[in-house]
């Protein structure tokens, strides 16, 4: 092949192709078409169905008696590389079947991280333009990632942080309904149903039912209300909330409830408790996980470990045999330029 | 004090509870860590949620000079003119994990 052709092959594309060709006149025939079109999507076969796997290194790094387990939901093996991507494409799924999501409208959100890769990873391959209003201090990384999926980037104020981003995105929203998808993560059911429908029957189905606690960090709150919601039904299961202790933290993607806009999703009389984390407790439960166990994850997984290692030594005290189940949300390389990894 | 000669500071949205409800403030001091010590004795509490017990930056606080982080300049030592601008942003790679 000569470099004119190869050139060529590898030309960027424009969006519009996929999902976004025209399938037919009728409104109805046309959704399912999209919809089909969805399901064959080679990305979307590669979300949901993470290992989860259990912590016996750090079990034994922390002491724990022979009656309490830890385990861990590896999302960060989803193919955007975490568990936003099961978020992502329950909202396109559901704006496509209600209408909302029609062919040549744009995607738009408020995002500072994982649901924007997830967006934009499934934007590309399923030809949906998507647009995603950032706070100006999210990484260069994330910025870089976002871009080389061909999502277009706004940037919001950095000193308003994620709420500032929110703030925009509904101002844009609204100024062009025509032209928009609004996603809205942080208000929309299609989140819940994300893990209602996949996160918690895999962890139901993974643990044999035998789980006694599920620890999930509160962002858009989605995971813990909707796999939460799920095990509650099948179970007794005591679920914990994941949040910063403080309204200035560097946990990632976890907002602090009592001060932050609170997602219009969450209800607050789901959660048996709500844990305030340290960021540093959340980070040196991040490295340790990376040092003890070899999992190399992120920030908020770090909050989740750092919660369940509060919930052990209560337990421990009492007696109490435990399963514990945590969302390992993202990787570490998210985070390499951070202050997560640097040197103690 | 004079807004003039002054370093102005950019205050982030879960810290403007210390200072009033202030975005922007002033103080004064030679470098970076002479103005968050004004800063800490100026608007009580705030100094504790940007430096650790040992009185070193918390890994998760990003200060900016006129835009650049001072981590990539000479830190805290970092020496500042009249009219200098400091950000402080809580370091995130982005906004939403979980």
Known sequence: ?344 | MSTDDGIHVLIPTPLRGFTGGEARVDVHGGTVGEALEALAVKFPGLGERLHDEDGQLRRFVNVFVNGQNVRDIAGTATELSPGDEIGIIPAMAGGDAS
């Open chain 1, 1 to 344: 092949m000569k470099n004119s052709e190869l050139s060529t092959q590898f030309a960027l594309p424009r969006t519009g192709i996929g999902i976004d060709a025209d399938f037919g006149d009728s409104a109805v025939e046309a959704s399912a078409a999209r919809m089909r079109a969805v399901e064959e999507s080679a990305v979307v076969q590669s979300i949901g169905e993470t290992p989860l796997v259990r912590l016996r290194r750090l079990e034994a790094h922390w002491r724990l008696p022979d009656s309490i387990e830890l385990y861990l939901k590896l999302e960060w093996v989803n193919p955007g590389g975490s568990i936003k991507d099961r978020t992502a494409l329950s909202i396109i799924r559901a704006g496509i079947t209600d209408g909302s999501l029609t062919p040549g409208r744009t995607l738009i959100d408020a995002t500072s991280g994982n649901t924007g890769i997830a967006y934009a990873m499934l934007g590309a391959a399923l030809g949906i333009p998507v647009t995603l209003v950032v706070p100006e201090s999210a990484s260069d990384e994330r910025k870089r990632t976002l871009t080389a999926y061909g999502a277009e980037v706004i940037f919001s104020d950095p000193y308003e942080g994620s709420d500032g981003a929110i703030r925009l995105v509904r101002e844009i929203a609204a100024a062009g309904t025509d032209r928009f998808f609004y996603a809205d993560q942080y208000n929309n059911p299609a989140n819940i149903l994300a893990h209602t429908r996949t996160t918690g029957p895999e962890i139901w189905r993974q643990t044999e039912g035998k789980l006694t606690h599920f620890v999930a960090a509160l962002g858009t709150t989605g995971t813990l209300m909707g796999a939460g919601s799920f095990l509650k039904t099948r179970g007794h299961v005591t679920l914990v909330g994941v949040q910063p202790a403080e309204a200035f933290h560097g946990i990632e993607g976890l907002k602090h409830l009592p001060t932050a806009i609170v997602p219009g999703i969450f209800n607050p009389a789901l959660p048996d408790r709500i844990v305030g984390i340290d960021t540093e407790n959340a980070f040196a439960a991040a490295r340790a996980l990376a040092r003890v166990e070899g999992f190399f994850a992120g920030s908020s997984t770090g909050a989740n470990l750092a919660a369940a290692a509060g919930l052990v030594v209560e337990l421990a005290r009492q007696g109490e045999p435990a399963r514990i189940v945590m969302i390992g949300c993202d990787a570490g390389s998210r985070y390499l330029t951070t202050g997560l990894w640097d040197a103690n």
